[in-house]
């Protein structure tokens, strides 16, 4: 499941990592739903770990379509 982080310090990064989030689950893909959103001021960090490559890519693609994603910071790891 992907979490939240609540680290965010008001509440347009609250509404970016929900934003993000809700687009990573609607993939329909079980292994995005593991990743960690955290925002602040438009920078997306995501954590986390993925089956292939393929889902990475995915991951990083999808989250740079969501409206106000400044930077994407990508600390996500295929697992081996």
């Known amino acids: 499941m992907i979490r939240l982080t609540h680290s965010a310090t ?4 609250r509404d970016l990592e929900f934003r993000v989030t809700n687009y990573l689950v609607g993939r329909q ?3 995005l739903r593991r990743i960690e959103v955290e925002a602040d001021k438009g920078t997306v960090t995501l ?3 993925v ?3 393929h889902q990475k ?3 990083l693609n999808c989250c740079r379509r969501v409206a106000g994603v400044i930077d994407l910071v990508d600390e996500v790891d295929v697992a081996t």
Request: hydrophobic share 25%; net charge negative.
């Open 10 to 13: 008001d509440d347009h990064d």
């Open 47 to 49: 954590r986390g770990s």
């Open 51 to 53: 089956c292939s490559f």
């Open 57 to 59: 890519q995915l991951c």
């Open 29 to 31: 893909v079980q292994a």
